[in-house]
């Protein structure tokens, strides 16, 4: 740069540099300084996933509507304590079959045969239309195209093959690229639509650029020795030897040209192509004593889809929780961030994980799932490094590395019994009601008004008889049983409500109740009717390996105390 060099200490001819007004140091505030990590994470370790009630369902001494449904869904997780690592979740709900197709590399003249695969399979026919489209590869000249065509999966069938006829010809080209895409499924979900497909040239002479370059390299070394040779001159004695080596070293070069310019680089495979829905990042303090968790929902996530993850860390504290930087004590939906202060116990031995690992775990909970609207999750995760080096700063996708998602074998299912004693009457407005208003009134709380999803309930009815005077919780009970009904599928139809769906069920209740008590006429004063309700998943357009018609909720000790129903 500077043209003017000499021994002498002089002024530059080009560079100058101003004295400040004054020497005072500029205070510039705080600078983040970001630390990207060049090595490939490890992908994190899923330990356990559960269903378990939520503990409001058993509060108070009133059945609530806005409760007694909820469910939550824990998974742990473990992974190195890492600050430029963030876990990147996904958790399905009422997941259904899932479509994928796979990419396909194949020479020119054959065919190129991607598989559609179904997982896992379903009980229904399951229809999905593809067709090509063109990448750098064009149809006709250098593939058959296909039009937009159907493709079914019979009931149990998990995969199908597509071909794709490839043309040859004779001139020298660049590798080129078509796509397969899945469409307008029914009956399942397109989980990956596009299938990638990648014609080799097999007319093209040119070595590709790894061979060259592994070439350069090895013979390199020793051409290197033949032209030290000239450091001393070209004599009769080397030039034979220096010659053959120039030579040699301009075919390597002209070798490693040539074939820089038809590469074309390899597309990196993406660790998953399926979506996030939540980011977790952690922050320690710099003397290692707090610890702040960040739970931030993507933009794949719809606001109404988002829910309230907590995060339990074995050895920490929870201090404080804040909601979109607004302390509070019970985050709500929706929400930009939630942020859990942690501070380390003083003595955390013996607490430092949940599970028998060394590693650090954590545990997550997402609250208050009603079980009819989410009646069964899948968590999954992945390790995402160097995402969010400085904050609000999105980091260069050439120093993120993501390993692939890690997630449980099968989907988790909640069944949660409900056996705290609760009292029926209290429902309503007033105790005494008639036997029709009393199941009125139970619906109303144990059912959700708008049906969103079909699912089955199933009612039992004991009389029960106090053997005891005592009207407290543990007073002995002499039951006999009145009625068991079968299974009622409960689901949308037009635009009728939960209370006119359930309607002819609820009379037909009252209906047998009533016959059975002017046939035994039971005791009235200490007697009661001890009522279990028992909800189940409906497998409506999922097949029963997805959704078994499985039990979801059983309450089981609903009382209604003879004296408190009234004639019709």
Known sequence: ???????????????????????????????????????????????????????????????????????????????????????????????????????????????????????????????????????????????????????????????KEIEVTVNSDDVVENNETFTLVLSNAVNAEIADPVGVGTIIDTTNTIDPLLDTLVRFNNL??????????????????????????????????????????????????????????YNIDENLSADQETKTVIITPTNNLPVADQQVLDIELPGYELNETRQNDVTTNSPTVPYTTIEYDFTKLLDATGVETFGESALPDRKVTVTNLDVLDYQNAWGAIRLARNKNLIDGRETNAAFIFQTPEVRFKNRITPLIVNDKRWDIADLGNTRSKTLTQHLEELFKVLLPAIINRPYDIRISCQYAFALASNTNDEELLASLPVLLTPRFTVQKSGDSTMLQVTQQLRTNIVREIDNWQTQKNPNQTRGRYLFSFSLFSNPENVSSTENPNLPLLTVENLNLLLTDIIEE
């Open 220 to 277: 390199y070394p020793t051409l290197a020795s033949d032209l030290k040779a000239l450091e001393t001159g070209l004599t009769d004695d080397n030039q034979t030897t220096v010659t053959s080596a120039l030579s040699a070293f301009a075919t390597l070069a002209e070798d490693v040209a040539r074939s820089w310019q038809i590469w074309q680089p390899i597309a990196i495979a993406q660790a998953s192509r399926q979506t996030v829905h």
């Open 1 to 159: 740069l500077e043209d003017n060099i000499n021994t002498t200490n002089s002024t530059s001819s080009w560079l100058n540099f101003i004295q400040p007004l004054n020497d005072d140091p500029n205070q510039i505030g705080d600078v983040q300084i970001p630390i990207p990590l060049r090595d490939f994470p490890l992908p994190p370790s899923l330990i356990s996933h559960t269903a378990i009630p939520d503990p409001d369902s058993f509060a108070g001494d009133i059945l609530s509507a806005e409760d007694i449904r909820d469910w939550n869904y824990v998974f742990l997780y473990e992974h190195p304590d890492v600050a430029q690592d963030t876990i990147e979740c996904r958790i399905e709900y009422n997941g259904s079959s899932k479509l994928t197709i796979n990419d396909v590399s194949l020479k020119e003249g054959g065919k190129a045969v991607f598989t559609i695969t179904l997982s896992p399979p379903s009980e229904q026919t399951v229809t999905v239309y593809y067709q090509t489209q063109d990448g750098t590869a064009k149809a006709p000249g250098d593939y058959t195209a296909i039009p937009k065509t159907l493709l079914e999966f019979d009931p149990g069938e998990t995969s």
